[in-house]
């Protein structure tokens, strides 16, 4: 039906993904995306017909999906958590200037930053921001200035594309840059594998953060200055107990 549905599948198993995302894939003659997406949803129906391309061939992706709808199918690309948060949602309506026809619909997704504060508790229930420590696209220098300003505006910070193979160090500039700023008590948590078999977290103090065993399929909420521990779990209070401390931890 000439459509291409950007579609946020959530951070993992089926449990997480939205009806609308469901009912987007049913609906869809073909689905393609990154090769971990789409065997999360395969065995959700095992029927369709699907296209996994590698990473780094997201141009060629989108001209693809937007090539079968051209044709008259409905496609669906998936991305994990939600499609415009670092997803394909974005390149997909710029490209679908060339394609009269096609239409794009964009269907949102529960991304990383939300699903993964919920296994640690509550840590993002203030002003939050979210920073990507991946400089593929973004130069490095421009990071640590959101780093700084982030640091400097008391958000908590949840990074993602936290490390990779080739960027190791990366986390821990990035823990130096808020260390100008932030307390080394500073309560700080991860999730790795969000949703997912093999889902990992912990809490920990800013200044022992960096020697976490964080990955690329890993996200990190740093703390503000009110962040607390509370019975074993990370929260931001937003402040409905009017300052007192209800009894929790302020530091991990
Ligand atoms: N569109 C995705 C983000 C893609 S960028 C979303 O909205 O969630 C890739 C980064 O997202 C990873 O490096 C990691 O930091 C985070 N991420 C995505 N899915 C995750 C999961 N299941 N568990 C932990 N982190 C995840």
Redesign the pocket.
């Known amino acids: 039906m000439n459509k291409v549905y950007a579609v ?1 599948i959530g ?2 198993g089926a449990a997480f993904m939205t009806e609308a995302a469901r009912a987007a894939l049913a609906a869809s003659d073909v689905v393609c995306g990154y090769t971990v997406y789409v065997d999360l949803v395969r065995p959700l129906f095992p029927q369709k017909t699907f296209y996994a391309a590698p990473m780094m061939q997201e141009i060629e992706r989108c001209r693809w999906a937007l090539g079968e709808a051209e044709q008259g199918k409905t496609v669906a690309m998936v ?9 394909m949602a974005g390149l997909l309506i710029q490209l679908a200037e060339e394609y009269e026809c096609v239409e794009i619909e964009v269907v949102c ?5 939300v ?2 504060a919920a296994v640690l508790g509550a840590p993002i229930g203030h002003d939050f921001c979210v920073i ?1 420590l ?1 400089d593929l696209l973004t130069p490095w220098d421009l990071i640590e200035e959101r780093l700084r300003c982030a640091a400097r505006g008391d958000f908590i910070v949840c ?4 490390k ?1 193979k080739k960027r190791i160090e990366h986390l821990g500039r990035a823990c130096e840059i808020l260390l100008e700023e932030k307390s080394p008590d500073t309560v700080c948590g991860w ?6 078999s093999g ?1 990992e977290s912990n809490i920990v103090a800013l200044s022992a953060l960096a020697g976490e065993p964080v990955d ?5 909420w740093i703390g503000s200055s009110k962040t607390q521990v509370c019975g074993g779990r990370m929260v931001t209070p937003r402040g409905y107990e009017n300052g007192g401390k209800l009894g929790c931890a302020a530091k991990p």
């Open positions: 946020g951070p993992g991305c994990s958590g939600d499609a415009g948060v670092y997803g997704g529960v991304t990383a930053a699903s993964g990507s991946s990074l993602y594309n936290p990779s999730v790795k594998h969000i949703g997912r889902q690329m399929f890993t996200t990190v």
